[in-house]
């Protein structure tokens, strides 16, 4: 009997694009960037990467066999970004995808994604309904538990060690070792501006004690006594 081995056409290419809007509106891409920013920046240092939007190919030879989740984490890979992401060249599948869902995308998130993201073996899926146009909580999470997905009750994403939450029309996490919350561009943007306020105004304190200091020292040095003979 002859074994015949096909061979993967090394010619084969793989889009990193399709033409297709990032996202649906605004809303929806502000909530997927916020979400990539947050996890990426907590993650920084660790073997992992965190992509959105990009496409993640399956199948090596089969360029059309492709999904492209709002949000995916990867762990045990270099960090960094990537055109798309290849699961046979990097050896992981992603643990976690968010996808930020609407009624337009309902059926497609809820059973089409769901399914692949099953048979692909990611840990956690979790949808995110900014509007609240098909999910009265906003936010929905599923966790693989053999070869299906079950409903998440606690909020926790375990892969990431953070709690989710719905805050607007955004998600929050929060640390489970800490219970702080990871802020957002902006939050952290307003934090660096009060401690850049708080150190000018300790340097406007020094500044103001040094003048007294100063105005004291002549004012001795005018009544003929030394200021370094004064406790």
């Known amino acids: 009997m002859t074994t015949t081995i096909k061979l993967v056409n090394p010619h084969i290419e793989y889009p ?39 496409f993640l190919y399956y199948a090596q030879g089969f360029p059309r066999l492709r999904v492209a ?8 890979v270099p960090p ?28 497609q998130d809820q059973e089409q994604k769901k399914n692949l ?39 926790i994403c375990q892969p990431l060690a953070l709690r989710v939450s719905v805050e607007g029309e955004l998600l929050g996490f929060y640390r489970l070792d800490t219970g702080d919350k990871l802020l957002i561009p902006t939050e952290l943007a307003a934090q660096l501006e009060q401690e850049r306020q708080r150190v000018e105004q300790e340097r406007q304190r020094a500044e103001q004690e040094h003048q007294r200091a100063e105005r004291l020292a002549e004012y001795l040095r005018s009544q003929g006594i030394d200021p370094d003979s004064v406790s």
């Open 117 to 155: 993201y099953e048979q692909l073996g990611i840990l956690e899926y979790w949808l995110f309904d900014p509007k609240g146009e098909w999910i009265d909580e906003k936010l929905r999470g599923y966790r693989l538990n053999g070869e299906n997905y079950q409903l998440i009750e606690d909020g």
């Open 80 to 107: 960094g970004g990537r055109d798309n992401y290849k699961v046979w060249e990097e050896g992981q599948v992603p643990q976690v995808v968010f996808e930020m869902t609407s009624q337009g995308t309902q059926k």
């Open 69 to 76: 989740p709002d949000v995916m984490v990867i762990f045990d």
């Open 16 to 54: 990193s694009a399709d033409g297709e809007p990032l996202a649906e509106t605004y809303t929806h891409l502000y909530a997927m960037l916020t979400t990539l920013e947050v996890i990426k920046q907590y993650l920084a240092g660790r073997q992992a990467t965190v992509l959105a939007n990009q």
